[in-house]
């Protein structure tokens, strides 16, 4: 059982529990098919709590190798990005929109896809194995999700349209590669 203390093992601690984010993101994806979206916001929730333990576990085992970071970015891209987007399109766009709307919901996804994926890139490449910085500049990936989800109960709870839903989503799309200072938890 040495290699889950170990920094160089794939298989360390820290990154087993990325691998639970990632399954529990892969879970939630499922969820949405089925449109379940009960089940689907729990298997999120689970993977946003393993997504912060990994990385109190990785600094606090030392355990923080450049593997860990481009598989936690990948979990990230997976939890925190495709599945709030998939998650609102399936329950907000798809009940609420049609005809243009539908496009534009389309188009304002495939956005909001690709700042995600933008931001989670530029973290890896300005990442310190084992460095935390007392600020993020932009909003981080899960703080992204969370607001989502903040969305998606507004309108799930008729407090805003479909239509306020794919502003909402533009502007979190934006702030995740904006300069704005998010302290680090």
Same mark, same amino acid.
């Not at 891209?77 to 539908?102: D, K, N, R």
């Not at 703080?143 to 979190?172: E, K, N, Q, R, S």
């Given at each position: 059982?040495?290699?889950?203390? *170990? ?8 990154? @087993? ?11 939630? *994806?499922? /969820? ?5 979206? /009960?089940?689907?916001?729990? /298997?999120?929730?689970? +993977? %946003? ?6 990385? #109190?576990?990785?600094? #606090?085992? #030392? ?15 997976? !939890? ?18 049609? +005809? ?14 690709? !700042? ?13 194995? %084992? ?6 500049? +932009?909003? &981080?990936?899960? @703080? +992204? ?21 794919? %502003? ?10 904006? *300069?704005? #200072?998010?302290?680090? &938890?």
């Amino acid at each position: 059982m040495k290699f889950l203390y *170990t920094a160089t093992s794939h298989f360390n601690l820290a990154n @087993l529990f990325t691998f639970v984010n990632i399954t529990a993101g892969l879970s939630a *994806t499922y /969820f949405i098919t089925q449109n379940n979206f /009960f089940v689907a916001i729990i /298997f999120a929730w689970i +993977g %946003g709590a393993f997504d912060i333990f990994d990385g #109190k576990i990785a600094r #606090k085992y #030392k355990l923080s190798n450049e593997f860990g970071i481009q598989l936690d970015s990948f979990a990230d891209f997976l !939890s925190f990005v495709l599945v709030p987007v998939f998650l609102i399109f399936q329950a907000v766009y798809t009940t609420s929109l049609s +005809g243009m709307w539908m496009i534009a919901a389309a188009i304002i996804s495939i956005y909001y896809v690709i !700042s995600g994926l933008r931001r989670l890139i530029h973290f890896n490449i300005n990442a310190n194995a %084992g460095e935390v910085s007392k600020f993020f500049t +932009g909003v &981080p990936t899960p @703080l +992204g999700a969370i607001l989502l989800w903040l969305v998606y109960l507004a309108h799930t709870y008729a407090l805003i349209p479909a239509f306020a839903v794919l %502003g909402l989503m533009i502007l979190i799309g934006w702030s995740l590669n904006s *300069t704005l #200072k998010v302290p680090h &938890p």
